[in-house]
């Protein structure tokens, strides 16, 4: 279907109010979430925040699901960056909770859904129980070849290029690569999402237009969309609204296009 004709079919679903899933080809191989409004969520309802990360983490229950269920590649998402660690302590301590609770809770389900598990970024900072669920639930699904669901925690995009960069290194120290190999296809594969594709659309959600160090080497030909919705309202309608706005987008990669 030509661009113009999905837009037209886009106006049409909205006055609507309803989306339905685009077909296969039209789908990005790689969509990655910035999960942003939870505080604000909270908030206006008169709760603490952390009520607003519990309503986010049933919102993201249900998009796995769904993203899994369409067919899409990899899926990554922003839980916890390196400088969330600046937030109040009982909010840490209850995002901690919530994240730990969630790898107890789901893996069974993950795990019949064939979903496999990857935690991008410095495990090590984790209070030992939660690193426990998190080795363990990579460990449990690093056979399944199912939706490859990347989450990022103790994440920063920047420091996962330095990782890389210091992986090359040590691999030329060693005598296992010569600098002159050193190339973009051997840097994809020092970063944590090797050997999948990059990010072809990042959806924001909560307002703020920005990347905030997330997946920066992944993204960089990623379409954007940002919507206002807080995080816990997004849910498989919007994905829908969102993946069709992915389809009618012209994807050129720097190049002109074709005639
Ligand atoms: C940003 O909202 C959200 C976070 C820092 C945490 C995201 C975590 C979850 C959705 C739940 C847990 C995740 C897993 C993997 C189970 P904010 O607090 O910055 O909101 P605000 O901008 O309104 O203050």
Same mark, same amino acid.
């Given at each position: 279907?030509? *661009?113009?004709?999905?837009?037209?079919?886009?106006?049409?679903?909205?006055?609507?109010?309803?989306?339905?899933?685009?077909?296969?080809?039209?789908?990005?191989?790689?969509?990655?979430?910035?999960?942003?409004?939870?505080? #604000?969520?909270?908030? #206006?309802? =008169?709760?603490?925040?952390?009520?607003?990360?519990?309503?986010?983490?049933?919102?993201?229950?249900?998009?796995?699901?769904?993203?899994?269920?369409? =067919?899409?590649?990899?899926?990554?998402?922003?839980?916890?960056?390196?400088?969330?660690?600046?937030? *109040?302590?009982?909010?840490?301590?209850?995002?901690?909770?919530?994240?730990? #609770?969630?790898?107890?809770?789901?893996?069974?389900?993950?795990?019949?859904?064939?979903?496999?598990?990857?935690?991008?970024?410095?495990?090590?900072?984790?209070?030992?129980?939660?690193?426990?669920?998190?080795?363990?639930?990579?460990?449990?699904?690093?056979?399944?070849?199912? /939706?490859?669901?990347?989450?990022? /925690?103790?994440?920063?995009?920047?420091?996962?290029?330095?990782?890389?960069?210091?992986? /090359?290194?040590?691999?030329?120290?060693?005598?296992?690569?010569? *600098?002159?190999?050193?190339?973009?296809?051997?840097?994809?594969? =020092?970063?944590?999402?090797?050997?999948?594709?990059?990010?072809?659309?990042?959806?924001?959600?909560? =307002?703020?237009?920005?990347?905030?160090?997330?997946?920066?080497?992944?993204?960089?030909?990623?379409?954007?969309?940002?919507?206002?919705?807080?995080?816990?309202?997004?849910?498989?309608?919007?994905?829908?609204?969102?993946?069709?706005?992915?389809?009618?987008?012209?994807?050129?990669?720097?190049?002109?296009?074709?005639?």
């Amino acid at each position: 279907m030509k *661009p113009a004709s999905l837009i037209s079919k886009l106006f049409a679903a909205k006055g609507k109010g309803e989306f339905t899933c685009p077909e296969k080809d039209k789908l990005p191989r790689h969509i990655a979430f910035i999960m942003d409004g939870n505080g #604000r969520w909270a908030k #206006r309802r =008169g709760l603490p925040r952390s009520a607003g990360h519990a309503a986010g983490t049933e919102a993201l229950r249900e998009l796995i699901r769904t993203v899994s269920d369409i =067919g899409i590649e990899s899926m990554s998402i922003y839980a916890f960056s390196t400088e969330n660690w600046n937030r *109040p302590e009982e909010e840490v301590q209850a995002l901690m909770k919530l994240i730990t #609770r969630y790898f107890v809770s789901e893996i069974d389900e993950l795990i019949e859904k064939n979903v496999h598990i990857t935690i991008m970024g410095e495990l090590d900072a984790f209070p030992e129980e939660q690193k426990t669920a998190l080795v363990q639930a990579m460990e449990r699904t690093k056979a399944n070849t199912g /939706l490859k669901l990347n989450i990022a /925690l103790n994440y920063g995009g920047r420091a996962e290029i330095v990782r890389a960069a210091r992986l /090359l290194a040590e691999k030329c120290a060693s005598g296992e690569m010569k *600098p002159g190999d050193i190339d973009m296809d051997a840097l994809s594969e =020092g970063m944590y999402t090797a050997g999948q594709p990059d990010v072809d659309l990042l959806i924001r959600t909560g =307002g703020d237009e920005r990347i905030s160090n997330f997946l920066l080497w992944q993204g960089w030909y990623a379409e954007l969309i940002f919507e206002k919705v807080f995080w816990p309202d997004y849910n498989k309608q919007k994905l829908f609204e969102d993946l069709n706005i992915y389809a009618s987008r012209d994807r050129r990669f720097g190049r002109v296009k074709a005639q």
